[in-house]
């Protein structure tokens, strides 16, 4: 098959993303794989949908993915129209460009859902993706799994909220990823409230969350595979993710520790109360984050820590995304 990454910038990947396991795996399946940056794509009329892709055929003279890096970055672009393509994966990161490229995702959606017009398979759909661009979707789920929330951009209704809440909450960006502008704010850091704030806000929308007492322990990233949970060899993909001492965030780039994660029924329960609705909007890989008993976030465009995952647990289940892959896509 043909798959196509569509990222935000190739010299921004790393080998040790999640996108690149995945491209890594394809190919050693046989597939070729494509990236394309969001910059790239060529509009010629509506059945005419290009794009300046790097393209890479065989998995010959690469051994690991800081090879398939390196060799991604020294292959020089070539047009292709996106109907020869059996999958486009959309890969990208819509925050990373939110400040100097705020059209970039934008397009990129926009072009996905082009290709997907032309009988390309689109993954996650695009469609919904639009719906889902910020942290807002979560507000589609149950509302027992759930933190109480609220998002707004006034001062006056966040102070209200920290009061209702015991005077302890969390403030980050409606917009963000990576664990950028997360604060913990509680009585002692209640004078610093309205600098928070201010600063969360010029950006945009910020949310208000209740603080889970769980969240001291870390929390659980678990994946979805086409809104089931992705288990290889009865173990979940899966990782419990550490904060270090004095850190609120539990992102692995900002200093966590992955453990392996104990999945309870309980556990499993909840998930299944989102899972049927992530598979009617079409996300086919899925990173959820969770907190107790309640999901934190719902990551549809680049969820991360499948490295980790499969380290942990000691099985390959990027292999298994790509078989997958293979079981439900009709080639061209």
């Known amino acids: ?34 990236y394309i940056g969001l910059a790239d794509f060529v509009y010629l009329d509506q059945d005419k949908i290009a794009a300046h892709a790097r393209a890479v055929h065989q998995i010959d003279g690469i051994a690991d993915t800081d090879q398939l890096i390196d060799k991604l970055r020294s292959t020089a672009k070539e047009k292709i129209s996106l109907r020869e393509l059996d999958i486009i994966w959309l890969r990208f990161d819509p925050v990373l460009d939110m400040i100097n490229r705020p059209w970039a995702a934008s397009m990129g959606l926009q072009f996905a859902q082009l290709a997907q017009n032309l009988g390309v398979r689109v993954l996650n759909n695009p469609r919904a993706l639009v719906d889902a661009e910020n942290k807002l979707y979560l507000e589609n789920f149950p509302e027992e799994i759930r933190p109480r929330t609220i998002v707004t951009r006034s001062y006056d209704d966040v102070k209200q909220f920290f009061e209702e809440q015991n005077n302890k909450i969390i403030l980050k960006p409606l917009k963000g990823s990576g664990g950028k502008n997360v604060f913990l704010v509680n009585e002692q850091e209640s004078k610093n409230l309205k600098q928070i704030v201010e600063v969360i806000c010029r950006d945009g929308y910020l949310i208000a969350q209740e603080y889970l007492p769980e969240a001291q322990y870390g929390d659980i990233r678990f994946f979805l595979l086409n809104g089931k949970p992705l288990l290889v060899n009865g173990k979940y993909a899966s990782v419990h993710r550490v904060q270090s ?57 680049s969820p991360g820590a499948l490295l980790q995952a499969s380290e942990l647990n000691g099985e390959d289940y990027a292999t298994a995304i790509i078989k997958n892959l293979e079981e439900t896509t009709i080639k061209k």
């Open 245 to 301: 001492a004095g850190e609120l965030r539990s992102n692995i780039h900002q200093g966590a520790k992955a453990q392996v994660a104990e999945i309870s029924p309980a556990l499993l329960q909840m998930v299944q109360k989102v899972a049927d609705k992530l598979m009617q909007d079409g996300m086919y890989l899925v990173g959820l984050d969770i907190i107790g008993d309640k999901i934190m976030e719902i990551n549809v465009f």
């Open 1 to 34: 098959m043909k798959i196509a990454f569509i990222i935000n910038q190739t010299h921004k990947e790393k080998a040790s993303f999640t996108t690149t396991l995945l491209a890594y795996k394809a190919l050693l399946r046989g597939h070729s794989v494509y």
